[in-house]
């Protein structure tokens, strides 16, 4: 059983094109959170959010917690933007439950 | 700032072999985790620690032990290391729940590979 899932698990773009990654959860949260894992290995926080949307940059968050559901964003893609990127949820029992990612390559 | 840091970055033991993964933070923060990253699965919980003195068990606590002596350091041990404990592991960091931010702040990672 998987607490959050995320879609697609792969995805390649061409550079400038507009790319959505979903991610889905079944259990209650006090946030959700975008993750950003380089090839490198490491791991930075993108978003936190609780509701509706943010922006930064060329990346748009947004949550639909009647839906349990979020999607990630990125606008006019570019290869440094590929990385793994992970949904996570997190509620205030000090749980955090992660997917398992969504692997992008941007090319150029 | 450093942020949180992790030592070492890599290390091979042998089977039944022991050793202590660090973790520090200098952001004050009051939660540690500890987490393994295994390939086609998402990031699991080890243990975790909600303050200085108190620890945790999380989702795959067996076959770790972990303290948390003064806040700013969260140390991962393996008594007895097995080949199912290859993996990577990371450090993380955050504020409380119902502090300024849940944001967590990861480690580098420590990539340990069992014999």
């Known amino acids: 059983k998987n607490e959050v899932e995320q879609s697609p698990q792969n995805l390649t773009a061409q550079e400038g094109e507009f790319i959505t990654i979903n991610c889905s959860y079944s259990v209650g949260i006090s946030a959700l959170h975008w993750l950003q894992q380089h090839p490198g290995g490491g791991i930075v926080s993108l978003f936190m959010l609780s509701s509706g949307k943010k922006k930064h940059g060329r990346l748009i968050a947004t949550i639909n917690i009647q839906e349990k559901h979020s999607s990630l964003h990125i606008t006019a893609s570019h290869p440094r933007d590929s990385a793994v990127y992970i949904c996570a949820v997190s509620n205030t029992g000090n749980q955090f439950y992660f997917g398992t990612g969504t692997s992008l390559t941007v090319i150029p | 700032n450093a942020g949180v840091t992790q030592t070492p970055k890599f290390r091979v033991l042998k089977t039944g072999q022991s050793m202590t993964l660090l973790c520090a933070q200098d952001?004050?923060?009051?939660?540690m985790y500890w987490y393994r990253q295994d390939p086609g699965m998402g990031l699991r919980l080890i243990h975790y620690s909600v303050g200085e003195g108190t620890t945790a068990k999380g989702e795959v606590p067996d076959g770790y032990n972990v303290s948390r002596l003064k806040k700013q350091n969260f140390l991962l041990g393996l008594e007895s290391a097995a080949p199912s404990q290859t993996s990577v592991y990371f450090c993380a960091s955050s504020y409380p729940p119902t502090g300024p931010s849940y944001e967590q702040y990861f480690g580098p990672g420590t990539r340990l590979t069992v014999t």
């Open positions: 952001m004050n923060h009051e939660y």
